[in-house]
């Protein structure tokens, strides 16, 4: 059994930072993209960053420039640094990860259960 675990969200003001942490445990042989999506209050949930194995990264245009990923193979855990917070960043933030569980390879979408984060002015 796999279970993705986020940690780091709150409560902070507008140009603050805030930093997430999400780490994979259970079962896992191995994981290829990691990555943070989020989803306000009646809206769909949307990418926000995602990274390789080989840590190559792609951030959604509304945060290049502020937000940045990354992760740590050996703790199987990414980050998302996030800075010059605004507004429209308050949203439930949940990570995901494709991993595999045995040496046949077959990776499947793993999600977290989401983390608050909440901007104010």
């Known amino acids: 059994q796999v279970q993705l675990v986020e940690s780091g969200g709150g409560l902070v003001q507008a140009g603050g930072s805030l930093r997430l942490s999400c780490a994979a445990s259970?079962?896992?042989?191995?994981?290829?993209?990691m990555g943070w999506y989020r989803q306000a209050p009646g809206m769909q949930r949307e990418l926000v960053a995602t990274?390789?194995?080989?840590?190559?990264?792609d951030y959604a245009d509304s945060v290049k420039g502020r937000f940045t990923i990354s992760r740590d193979n050996a703790k199987n855990t990414v980050y998302l640094q996030m800075n010059s917070l605004k507004l429209e960043d308050t949203a439930v933030y949940y990570c995901?990860?494709?991993?595999?569980?045995?040496?046949?390879?077959?990776?499947?979408?793993?999600w977290g259960q989401g983390t608050q984060v909440t901007v104010s002015s």
């Open positions: 995901n990860a494709e991993i595999a569980v045995t040496r046949m390879n077959i990776f499947y979408n793993y």
């Open positions: 259970g079962s896992i042989f191995s994981i290829k993209a």
């Open positions: 990274i390789t194995r080989g840590v190559s990264t």
